[in-house]
């Protein structure tokens, strides 16, 4: 429904974006992740019309719509601080959009009360901006957004100004009024737990350029490098050697493990999740080594352990003390081999 | 791109209404004529006369010495009572800052008026002094509406923490407190200079005998019709008060680091 | 010693300087001098509505208003330019704005001279052209020309300080759900650049209506607006009284209009000079 054709931007000799290949299809909930200056959302400005490509193309439905400015597109924004009009009452704030296509007044009234009721804000028409909290406000912006009733909406990291009680619950109710409305989302945001629960796609970024698309389910069991197995959950990351399919050396041990397909005598990125290493009897481990320090998480415990010259991260809901010897031991199908990402 | 033009030319329109006069005016400073439809020639002759023609040189000092002392007593007196009408309870501090207000919105003429009853009435004689204390009045208020914001931007805990770090409270005054409101102070002083010395109508109901400022001068010499002298007068203050603000402005523009843009 | 009293040697200073010379200028104003006796009466404030002087007092009232019209009108889209997000070397321009407002105010006035006069600059030109020449000078035109020049940047400036504040979101939302430029101003944009208008007209009208500088130098020693009135009747004619309570009304007019319009202002940030 979208497509992103060889985007770029340039920004005052910066390049901000590079090279973005994206599709989107209609009724996905596609979420762009990163950290803070990799380009999501200038990406995001492009599609909804307030930044211009430098080069590339932006198709939607089949039609090139660079050119076209905001107010025509079939597009709408929810912004990062929400940009509710603070002259405007929360009635008008939602209407505007009616108001320019000079839609009747009984029709508004009655969409109107409608968005209000699916923001759970019903009775709030003749408040003024001011008196709303945060959430309120950002539910407004969201009801303000839809009521234009766009095939793609928007969303710059609405949930940043929240407290983590709320974002979460928040986090849900986008997912269900996404489904429930059946229009596609284009979600921006750093916070990559918020993009593993809410999105049907992923698109991981950093520095302007897309390092992996895909599942969040594929994103976090199969990261493509480095940087996506580093920004997304925890991880151990080791430098190995891939002998051939199936056989990595790390860590002075060779073991068996569940990728192919790279070159013999590879340089390659190892990664293995903190809650994918076991911790057992040193008789028993792939490595051994000693716990430097425990710190209790709430969920879990996190332990250090030293083995062979890395220190390692394990979560674990059992605890080790600090000073214990232990053994650590993988199954191969958790053992992860990453290309190693070229730095620019 | 049309709209780009059509910006560009009405601002340019705008500036050149704001500066034709001026430079009308520095144009025919240079006129070897007292005539304004002919050109006679170029010449200096009527800054010369106007660099020694005594009655604009002592007024020119005396707007100079009354906007200075001025300036600096009424920040000292405006500074002062900042501090203490921060520290005032609701309605007597609102009473304050209204009475504080009534010079800066008063006409002028209303505010120069009631001080030259007041001085008539304490059978004071109008000149330099009556001149000064009427301009340190209506410029301490100005300094007041510079400090106190100032003040109240203060974070309160900045005297306790050096009180607790074992500063005496004047030390504290002076090492923490004043440089944090100094850009308050010198604003105010700044403005209060400002002020006074373009002062006219406050001035003209507060002077006499024979004590004139600078625009006092002017005021009766433009009644008595074109004098180019003036026009030197007014070209010479026009590239003094631009070249001060450029120079403020590349000192401004030095210390202020270029925001770079975050994609 | 309590902080307070840091206030008050300045309370002093005002209560001598501020606070007796208006009730001084209150008492001439409500009095009369019948003989060696002195009356309280309105006589003086009845007086101003007479023919004559009410002429005096509505003329100023309409060309202040003419004037800060102008000033609105003209200055508005200097503002709405220079607010404008794609403006190189916006700052340079805001300087250059507020360089002549530097300069002396009675010689921006006077210079109006050497351009308006009957053998003045732009007549010259016209002759030059084959055109008649123009009275140009000591009229309702020179006068009001004469405010407008010297006060639009007054104008000018609080409503770009409002307008540079508007949160550059507001107008990509306003885009967003579909306004072109001219709706985005017209719904967003200008509602939202109300308080700096209001702002300006104030700092507009008050020196307009009270200025008696510009109406003696482009108006002429025959011109009389309420502000000349005032000074003939203190320094000319003699009147104190009569001087004080058209002072006084001054005064009210202005206090009032200003109470008004803050009550609108209520909803601004605390606003410091700067």
């Not at chain 2, 609701?90 to 002028?108: E, G, H, Q, R």
Request: hydrophobic share 50%; aromatic share 12%.
């Amino acid at each position: 429904m979208i497509r992103l054709v060889n985007i770029s931007k340039q920004f005052d000799g910066t390049e901000a974006v590079k090279n973005i290949n994206l599709h989107i299809s209609k009724n996905e909930f596609l979420t762009m992740l990163g950290p803070s200056g990799c380009g999501k959302t200038t990406t995001l400005r492009m599609i909804g019309g307030f930044e211009y490509p430098t080069t590339g193309e932006i198709i939607f439905d089949g039609v090139n719509i660079n050119a076209l400015p905001p107010y025509k597109r079939k597009v709408n924004t929810v912004f990062q601080k929400y940009a509710l009009f603070p002259h405007l009452n929360v009635y008008d704030n939602i209407a505007f959009g009616l108001h320019i296509k000079k839609v009747e007044k009984k029709t508004i009234d009655e969409k109107v009360g409608r968005m209000l009721e699916l923001v759970s804000l019903s009775g709030y028409e003749r408040r003024s901006v001011y008196s709303l909290s945060g959430g309120q406000q950002q539910r407004i912006a969201i009801a303000r957004a839809l009521i234009n009733e766009p095939e793609v909406l928007l969303l710059d990291e609405p949930l940043g100004a929240l407290d983590l009680k709320l974002r979460k619950d928040m986090q849900l109710e986008l997912k269900a009024m996404q489904k429930q409305l059946g229009i596609t989302f284009i979600y921006v945001t750093h916070d990559q737990e918020e993009a593993l629960t809410m999105s049907d796609t992923v698109v991981v970024m950093n520095r302007g350029r897309i390092q992996q698309t895909g599942t969040p389910e594929a994103i976090y069991n199969e990261p493509i490098n480095a940087f996506v197995a580093g920004f997304i959950g925890e991880s151990n990351i080791v430098e190995g050697i891939m002998h051939g399919d199936f056989h990595v050396e790390f860590a002075g041990k060779h073991v068996e493990c569940s990728d192919q397909g790279f070159a013999a005598q590879e340089v390659v990125d190892v990664v293995i999740r903190p809650e994918d290493l076991k911790m057992v009897e040193p008789a028993d481990g792939l490595f051994t080594g000693v716990v430097k320090s425990v710190t209790f998480k709430g969920v879990h415990y996190e332990m250090i352990v030293a083995a062979h010259g890395i220190d390692w991260m394990i979560h674990s809901t059992r605890m080790r003390p600090a000073g214990m010897n232990v053994g650590l031991k993988v199954v191969p199908f958790d053992i992860h081999i990453m290309k190693k990402v070229m730095e620019e | 791109m049309v709209k780009h033009l059509i910006k560009r030319s009405y601002l340019f329109l705008m500036f050149t209404f704001l500066y034709a006069p001026i430079i009308v005016l520095a144009i025919y400073s240079f006129n070897n004529s007292r005539s304004r439809g002919a050109w006679n020639g170029f010449t200096f002759k009527w800054y010369l006369q106007m660099l020694q023609d005594r009655q604009i040189l002592s007024s020119l000092y005396n707007s100079l010495a009354i906007a200075l002392i001025a300036a600096l007593v009424a920040t000292a007196i405006g500074t002062v009572a900042a501090f203490g009408i921060h520290h005032m309870k609701s309605f007597p501090k609102a009473t304050i800052m209204n009475l504080t207000y009534l010079p800066v919105l008063n006409p002028d003429i209303v505010t120069g008026i009631s001080f030259m009853l007041l001085f008539i009435f304490i059978r004071l004689q109008l000149g330099f002094l009556t001149l000064l204390l009427a301009h340190i009045t209506f410029n301490i208020p100005y300094v007041i509406l510079s400090v106190l914001p100032k003040i109240k931007q203060l974070d309160k805990n900045l005297f306790e923490a050096a009180l607790d770090l074992g500063a005496t409270p004047i030390q504290a005054f002076r090492k923490i407190i004043f440089p944090e409101i100094l850009p308050g102070v010198v604003t105010g002083l700044l403005l209060a200079f400002t002020l006074s010395l373009d002062d006219f109508v406050v001035s003209f109901f507060t002077t006499g005998s024979g004590v004139s400022t600078l625009s006092i001068t002017i005021y009766s010499m433009a009644r008595r019709g074109i004098n180019p002298k003036i026009n030197a007068l007014s070209t010479l203050m026009f590239v003094c008060v631009l070249t001060l603000l450029i120079i403020v402005n590349m000192t401004m523009s030095r210390e202020k680091p270029v925001k770079s843009k975050e994609a | 010693m309590k902080k307070t009293w840091a206030a008050w040697p300045y309370v002093f200073w005002m209560v001598i300087f501020t606070v007796i010379p208006l009730f001084l200028l209150l008492y001439f104003s409500f009095t009369v001098k019948d003989g060696s006796t002195v009356a309280f009466s309105f006589a003086n404030f009845q007086r101003l509505f007479e023919p004559v002087y009410f002429k005096v007092l509505f003329r100023s009232l309409v060309l202040a208003g003419i004037s800060t019209f102008f000033c609105l009108f003209l200055g508005y889209p200097v503002a709405f330019i220079l607010a404008g997000r794609s403006f190189r070397r916006k700052n340079t321009m805001i300087l250059l704005l507020v360089l002549p407002m530097w300069m002396n105010f009675l010689l921006r006035t006077y210079a109006w001279l050497t351009l308006l006069e009957r053998k003045g600059l732009i007549n010259t030109v016209l002759v030059h052209l084959g055109l008649q020449p123009l009275n140009l000078l000591y009229n309702d035109f020179a006068v009001t020309l004469g405010m407008v020049y010297n006060f639009i940047p007054f104008m000018i400036l609080p409503i770009y300080s409002v307008m540079s504040k508007i949160d550059r979101s507001l107008v990509e939302a306003a885009e967003d759900l579909g306004a072109n430029p001219l709706a985005v101003f017209w719904r967003v944009t200008f509602p939202l650049s109300l308080p700096g208008v209001l702002s300006g007209i104030t700092m507009v009208f008050m020196p307009a209506v009270t200025t008696f500088v510009i109406s003696r130098l482009l108006g002429g020693g025959q011109y009389t607006l309420i502000g000349n009135l005032i000074e003939q009747q203190f320094l000319t004619v003699g009147d104190w009284n009569f001087g004080s309570a058209i002072s006084v009304l001054m005064m009210l007019i202005i206090l009032v209009s200003m109470a008004f319009t803050s009550r609108y202002e209520k909803e601004q940030e605390g606003s410091g000079l700067w």
